[in-house]
């Protein structure tokens, strides 16, 4: 019998297969597996693994994010039949562009539809900023105007104050090709224009930010917290992985 025959035969006998012996994360992805993959890796303990789907919207429009919205229900579903230990839904777009309250709801439509904890974006972010103390807070991605104004709204309802807000404005499908030192650039530019900030947020897994921000916090002396790195901390934390990471920022360090 040969290891995928094996893995079967354990989930149809409700053990845990041998591929994430320690922890399975699910992913819900609005769009590519691009950088996401890549960087779960580097930030994962050995044998946590990846069990990703995809929803593979368009780009940054209401269409798109409803198709998104559409495909939860199945992609919940599926990650449910794969033993997950957590999911993770992410897109800040998809959620902060709803009515109030979206947030929650989406992670209460995905955990009883797959009798798995999980959490959305923008719920793992908010918790981290927290955590870390940070209030005031500078915000540095790629996202259009339009996005950034629903984004700074939600923020602002749930108490945060954000103090600037600096877009790389790059293309959909050419958000990876954003340079670190473009992100490095723009974080020494968000402070700049805040004046004083208690930390920095930068959503979008597709940005290259594990690489910088050791280098942000050390340099410009705030906490930093990017996308994927509080999606994982709370992925990990919730499911009781306590393994310090270092070289990625304070927040997984705090693991």
């Not at 794969?82 to 959620?95: A, E, K, M, T, Y």
């Not at 923020?155 to 877009?167: A, K, M, P, R, T």
């Not at 530019?189 to 920095?200: R, S």
């Amino acid at each position: 019998m040969n290891d995928k025959s094996i893995d079967g035969e354990r989930l149809r006998r409700g053990e845990k297969a041998a591929f994430g012996w320690h922890a399975r994360i699910g992913y819900i992805c609005p769009s590519v597996f691009e950088l996401i993959a890549y960087d779960f890796y580097r930030i994962a303990p050995p044998g946590v693994g990846l069990i990703g789907v995809t929803c593979m919207i368009d780009g940054w429009s209401a269409e798109a994010y409803k198709k998104g919205l559409d495909q939860i229900k199945a992609c919940a579903t599926e990650l449910g039949r794969r033993q997950c230990d957590f999911i993770i839904h992410s897109g800040v777009p998809l959620v902060v562009t709803q009515a109030d309250g979206f947030a929650q709801e989406v992670v209460n439509q995905i955990e009883a539809i797959s009798g798995t904890p999980a959490i959305t974006s923008i719920l793992a972010a908010m918790r981290s900023l927290r955590e870390l103390g940070i209030r005031r807070v500078g915000l540095v991605n790629p996202y259009p105007d339009d996005l950034n104004e629903a984004l700074v709204k939600f923020l602002n309802s749930q108490d945060f104050e954000v103090g600037s807000v600096i877009s790389l404005g790059a293309d959909f499908t050419r958000i990876a090709s954003v340079s670190e030192g473009d992100v490095y650039a723009a974080a020494k530019k968000a402070i700049a224009e805040a004046g004083t900030l208690d930390g920095l947020y930068l959503p979008c897994p597709q940005f290259p930010v594990l690489d910088v921000i050791e280098k942000i916090e050390t340099d410009l002396g705030v906490s930093a917290v990017s996308h994927l790195g509080a999606e994982m901390y709370v992925a990990l934390k919730t499911i009781g992985v306590h393994t310090p990471i270092r070289g990625f920022g304070r927040l997984l360090r705090m693991l």
